[in-house]
Nanobody
Framework: QEQLVESGGGLVQAGGSIKLSCTAS????????MGWYRQAPGKQRELLAK????????NYTDSVRGRFTISRDNAKNTMYLQMNSLKPEDTAVYYC????????????WGQGTQVTVSS
């Protein structure tokens, strides 16, 4: 099964920026739609953004649209999430996953990367 490793999280002030990476262990990444999720304390994991296998189509949930940008580099088996204008409510553990039909997560969850936004 493909393994996904998230990185790039950290502590940032409100209004700041951070860029997350998701690296896949196998080249199957290149033919999979991918998504970024987050889970805040006491809340369910939510899908924030998704990107098609070829990288040409993206979609965002309302809470991050206009602030976050999802992208991918299939040559590097890596997906990114550029997060700008961060808010304290963006504090969460961020995860990536490949997407099956209906945006169902396809593989096991990794450890995620913590993003903490201070006010």
């Amino acid at each position: 099964q493909e393994q996904l490793v998230e990185s790039g999280g950290g502590l940032v002030q409100a209004g700041g920026s951070i860029k997350l990476s998701c690296t896949a262990s196998r080249s199957g990444f290149r033919v999979s739609a991918m998504g970024w999720y987050r889970q805040a304390p006491g809340k369910q994991r939510e899908l924030l953004a998704k990107i098609s296998a070829d990288g040409y189509r993206t979609n965002y949930t309302d809470s991050v649209r206009g602030r976050f940008t999802i992208s991918r580099d299939n040559a590097k088996n890596t997906m990114y999430l550029q997060m700008n204008s961060l808010k304290p409510e963006d504090t969460a553990v961020y995860y990536c996953n490949s997407l099956a039909l209906g945006d169902t997560p396809r593989t096991s969850w990794g450890q995620g990367t913590q993003v903490t936004v201070s006010s």
